[in-house]
Nanobody, 117 residues
Framework: QVQLVESGGGLVQAGGSLRLSCAAS????????MGWYRQAPGKQRELVAT???????NYADSVKGRFAISRDNAKNTVYLQMNSLKPEDTAVYYC???????????WGQGIQVTVSS
């Protein structure tokens, strides 16, 4: 079974940085676009950043200029570099991977990011 394993979360002070990683394990034939989403308590899950197979990126306005998404296709891994973190970035962050044909999307278990003021 293919699984997405997230790592790199934790507690950081405002202005600090974290790097999240998400690696696909198991039998992987191919993965198309990948992305990061987040959900704060009492709020809807929202898109943070996406990246296509070819490396084209897209960011939410709230993180543009502070976060950077990248991927290593050989390792089936996507990263999220988070700089200049703010308390409003506090949330559970989820990794998502799109698969070809009609295979369903894959989601990670979620990883906590907490930014203190």
């Amino acid at each position: 079974q293919v699984q997405l394993v997230e790592s790199g979360g934790g507690l950081v002070q405002a202005g600090g940085s974290l790097r999240l990683s998400c690696a696909a394990s198991g039998t992987v034939f191919s993965i198309n676009a990948m992305g990061w989403y987040r959900q704060a308590p009492g709020k809807q899950r929202e898109l943070v950043a996406t990246i296509t197979e070819g490396g084209i990126t897209n960011y939410a306005d709230s993180v543009k200029g502070r976060f950077a998404i990248s991927r290593d296709n050989a390792k089936n891994t996507v990263y999220l570099q988070m700089n200049s973190l703010k308390p409003e970035d506090t949330a559970v962050y989820y990794c998502k991977a799109e698969r070809p044909l009609l295979l369903p999307d894959l989601w990670g278990q979620g990883i906590q990011v907490t930014v203190s003021s």
